[in-house]
């Protein structure tokens, strides 16, 4: 096994991708869009190699018109695409709104057959151990029952290999039931170290609890270590080491980037 200081990668990603194009109008008004890619997988893959993460992703991008510039795009942020393969099918495209950033619109016209060719062969032993964090999100899981294979594969080698595990559910109702969500959540929740989830609507539909708080000892309890429970314009309340941490939005102004962390609490 590889010592932390050994390894190659901090973070690997396992997800989607998607043609991103957005406007600043509703978007069945506008009639400009600007085009980028995106999807939660590749924020975050991008949020952490701008940060100075060295992050390798794995995915699957179609041979259509959008090839190239996927593929252009996500090695510009300097992540490693090398497991990044190339497959039939079409790309994810959808359409969103910049108009109200406390609640972005989306639209997913073509969710793409790229991602289904994510499957548990593109996860070996190696890949694994050679990270010191592994990412995935449910709307991978959401895809088919092969993406749900390979991100429960990834875990639990993660998890055989003392690699931290971290987990989104960025619940999307509009592409499985919620009764499917769950499912898949609780078939990793044993595997997770650090769990992402936003309150209060996604963590009440998962666990019934609305409150940071309460999502934050409920996750506790079942042995998640640290829970990251994201607030919109409050920023978000982080649960470690039996403390509770908020941290507020990024700063606006001079005044405002002398802001700490708020401690909240000390359990125990």
């Known amino acids: 096994m590889k010592t932390a200081h ?7 990603v396992i997800g989607e991708n998607f043609v991103e194009f957005s406007c600043d109008d509703d978007v069945a008004k506008s009639d400009s ?8 997988d590749v924020v975050v893959a991008a ?9 390798r992703f794995i995915s699957a991008v ?4 959008f090839h190239s510039l996927i ?6 942020q300097d992540i490693d695409i090398s497991h990044v393969v190339t497959c039939q099918g079409y790309n994810g495209v959808y359409f969103t709104s910049n108009q109200h950033p406390e609640q972005r619109e989306y639209l997913v016209h073509h969710p793409g057959t790229a991602s289904q060719h994510i499957v548990p062969s593109l996860i070996y032993d190696d890949l ?12 991978l899981q959401s895809v088919s029952r092969q993406t749900r294979h390979a991100v429960f594969r990834a875990f639990h080698l993660a998890h055989h290999n003392h690699v931290m595990v971290v987990y989104d559910p960025n619940l999307r109702l509009m592409r499985w039931s919620l009764d499917e969500a769950r499912e898949c959540l609780w078939s990793v929740l044993s595997l997770i170290d650090v ?13 019934g609890y609305e409150r940071p708080l309460d999502v934050i000892g409920f996750l ?9 429970v994201k607030m919109g314009a409050g920023g978000c309340m982080v649960g470690y080491n039996k403390e509770i941490k908020v941290f507020l939005q990024p700063p606006t102004s001079e005044a405002d980037a002398f802001k700490t962390p708020v401690l909240v609490g000390k359990i125990g």
């Open 6 to 12: 050994n390894k190659e990668y901090d973070l690997l």
């Open 33 to 40: 869009f600007r085009k980028d890619i995106g999807g939660a």
């Open 47 to 55: 949020a952490a190699a701008r940060l100075g993460s060295r992050v």
């Open 62 to 65: 179609a041979r259509d018109p």
């Open 71 to 76: 593929r252009e795009r996500l090695a510009a």
């Open 128 to 139: 694994i151990e050679n990270c010191k964090i592994v990412y995935a999100s449910s709307e």
């Open 195 to 207: 769990m992402l989830i936003s309150s209060p609507e996604e963590s009440k539909a998962l666990f």
């Open 220 to 228: 506790w309890d079942r042995g998640i270590d640290t829970v990251v």
